[in-house]
């Protein structure tokens, strides 16, 4: 077996930041799987690209040995892989995998058996709490029914607004149990911002928590409930999570969660809660809703099927992370983003889930790192953005925090610099595979991320994921064939209108550029909105010698004087500088290119500085690329998950409306930055 790419093959070709060794490759998971492929087909794969060819033009056989490999049940899938009403086998907005399938989500995620760690939480303040697997079975079984009790049935909506604790796992796991739909999001989301989720899905049951915790600060969010309750008409039970000691008792409606997944029997001298019972629903089943983050407008609603979910999180977590029976993982994340979805499905390879909630930065910059040494985490999942605040800080986690057990790390969100790749290596750990990846929340999943059996190139994603056709046409990542985690449909969408425009209506003007020209079958020229089966996603993207290179949203790419310009370039370049903690980059009309700098503390934006920062652009990039303006300030507008909102300042900065303000989480710093632009 041979990589891609090797440095012989191309003298050329940067050096590498890692490469596996031969003993560490010839245990992975993917190894594993490649030979077991190869028995499959009868045929030899020379390179990764072969096997990965082969799972684009074979999904009949590579969907079903990635089910079978990960342990579970051949029979559950049915008798046919890949359902399509055209005769164009590369039509995706009606494709259905596995359509005669069935399974229960909950129970695929529950098979490991025993006293052993399933999930452990973490607080800030250090209290930790965990469930066997034992124990997290029967807890979702008795929340199951106290679910159907109050009158969730296959189909219902549940909603949860809590943080990243053992409460989301527990009832998102008795939803699946018996076929209802599950959404969550995040405590620091305002009532605006939960109501425009949650008020479209019309919930049954909803899941609160009575406050919060975050950098040593507690919210109270007693008085957001009642609003919110207000605001939700199809409501039948609130279950309240959080100390009922020190609060008013809980009456109607409104019921107490601690008590309800307590109670062994549901009814006064009925007989305990019995084994538990898992309906086999449909593979496409609707497993949960995603949403947007509505940075254009209201938010989405992204129903994403059971069966889909399960198969595809499998093949990124065993086959590209290296995930099994027995690791531990941790995903940084919040409720509200995909990342909580994605991690919460290692259950089903065995894996002990650990939960933190609370600041990655509280109450020391190297809190994740502490708890992955204490826990022996095997995988540890952050965004760019944490890697990038921790560089700027100097911090150097290796001097204190080991992470012998520590295999894999993963970072997404946003491109991570090759800085912040070059920093992972010296002040992390040296022998670590690190997979950057790229996907969103509209599939739930990735298109691009790491290979266990190549090498890490700095700034790069190393490969396109097994069974995924990725290719760049006019710059842009698209995909040209179906997917099992395409989403079953929008909500109150019902002939699709919505879901076509946002991945099947793009035009393009020019054929693709790079990606599996042999499986697609592309003829050079115009591709028109005819190929509408063709998913586009939205990132700017272009492929290297050695892997690819994500170079921000499309819909934030710079246009001066009609030539594109992906953001991470400038971020690239401006970044490097040890006084820069972070910046954004936009359009001001159609030319001018402004940057805002968020500088170290106590730091102040000097002429000297500025023409640092514009040089390093014009060498490293061109005279193109090249802000007009520069202007520091004292914070940039994020979302709840700690993206930045470049197209929100660009709103400013054009005089246009904000789109969807409640998905700022600090919108304080739109005012200030909207001063910059009323002269």
Not at 478 to 501: E, G, H, I, L, M
């Amino acid at each position: 077996m041979k990589t891609n790419v090797s440095e012989s093959d191309n003298p050329n070709a940067p050096k590498p930041l890692w490469v596996p060794t031969l003993e560490r490759q010839k245990n992975t998971q993917l190894r594993a799987f490649w030979q077991r492929a190869e028995l499959e087909c009868g045929r030899i794969f020379a390179t990764y690209l072969e096997l990965h060819s082969w799972s684009l033009t074979h999904p009949e056989q590579f969907w079903p040995l990635v089910w079978s490999f990960a342990g579970l049940n051949p029979e559950l899938l049915g008798d046919v892989v890949l359902q399509n009403p055209s005769d164009n086998f590369n039509h995706m907005l009606e494709a259905e995998f596995f359509p005669n399938g069935t399974l229960n989500y909950a129970q695929q995620l529950l098979r490991r058996t025993g006293s052993g760690e399933a999930v452990v939480e973490y607080l800030e303040d250090g209290a930790r709490r965990s469930l066997s697997w034992d124990e997290l079975r029967h807890k979702v079984n008795v929340l199951s029914r106290q679910l159907q009790k109050a009158g969730v049935q296959a189909h219902s909506r549940v909603a949860a607004w809590l943080p990243n604790r053992l409460e989301a796992v527990l009832v998102s796991l008795a939803c699946a149990q018996i076929g209802a739909v599950y959404a969550s999001t995040s405590p620091d989301f305002g009532v605006d911002g939960v109501l425009e989720r949650f008020a479209q899905i019309e919930p049954t049951v909803l899941l609160v928590t009575r406050s919060s915790s975050y950098s040593g600060k507690t919210l109270d969010l007693g008085p957001k409930i009642l609003e919110v309750v207000a605001g939700l008409s199809s409501l039948q039970q609130v279950w309240v999570v959080g100390d009922t000691a020190h609060h008013e008792p809980l009456e109607g409606m409104f019921k107490d969660f601690a008590t309800l997944c307590e109670e062994t029997s549901l009814e006064p001298g009925s007989m305990p809660v019995p084994t538990p019972v898992y309906p086999q629903f449909p593979f496409n089943h609707p497993l949960c809703i995603l949403f947007s983050s509505g940075t254009t407008g209201k938010p989405k609603c992204i129903v994403h099927r059971a069966g889909g979910l399960l198969i595809n999180h499998l093949k990124e977590h065993q086959l590209h992370c290296d995930l099994r029976c027995g690791d531990r993982l941790l995903y940084y994340t919040t409720t509200g983003w995909m990342m909580w979805n994605w991690q919460l499905s290692a259950l089903a390879s065995g894996a002990t889930l650990v939960l933190y909630d609370g600041s990655p930065f509280y109450p020391h910059p190297e809190r994740l790192f502490e708890i992955a040494q204490l826990e022996r985490l095997t995988f540890l999942g952050v965004s760019a953005k944490f890697l990038e605040g921790l560089r700027k800080l100097n911090r150097k986690p290796c001097e204190t925090y080991p992470l012998e057990a520590l295999k894999t790390l993963a970072c997404t969100g946003s491109p991570l610099s090759e800085e912040g790749f070059e920093y992972v290596y010296h002040a992390i750990k040296s022998d670590l595979h690190l997979a950057s990846i790229s996907g969103g929340t509209d599939l739930c999943g990735c298109f691009l991320g790491g290979n266990p059996l190549e090498p890490v190139y700095a700034g790069e994603l190393q490969a396109a994921l097994l069974g995924m056709a990725v290719e760049i046409w006019d710059g842009e990542l698209v995909c040209t064939r179906p997917f099992p985690s395409q989403p079953v449909k929008f909500w109150n969408d019902p002939d699709k209108t919505k879901y076509r425009a946002a991945y099947f209506e793009h035009e393009f003007e020019h054929n693709f550029e790079h990606g599996s020209e042999q499986a697609s079958g592309h003829n050079s020229g115009h591709i028109s909105k005819q190929l509408e089966q063709v998913w586009y996603h939205g990132d700017f993207i272009q492929q290297t010698h050695t892997g690819y290179r994500v170079l921000g949203r499309s819909d934030a790419t710079l246009n001066p004087g009609g030539v594109r310009i992906g953001t991470a370039e400038i971020y690239r370049q401006v970044e490097r500088f040890p006084e820069v903690l972070e910046s954004m980059v936009f359009m001001r009309g159609q030319e001018q290119i402004v940057l805002l700098l968020r500088l170290q503390d106590g730091l102040e934006l000097s002429k000297n500085l500025q023409d640092q920062i514009r040089s390093s652009i014009r060498t490293h990039c061109t005279p193109r690329h090249v802000p007009s303006s520069i202007y520091a300030v004292s914070d940039l507008p994020r979302t709840r998950n700690g993206k930045l909102l470049e197209l929100a300042v660009a709103d400013l900065a054009n005089g246009r409306k904000v789109r969807n303000s409640s998905a700022v989480a600090n919108p304080e710093t739109l005012e200030k930055i909207a001063e910059l632009f009323r002269s």
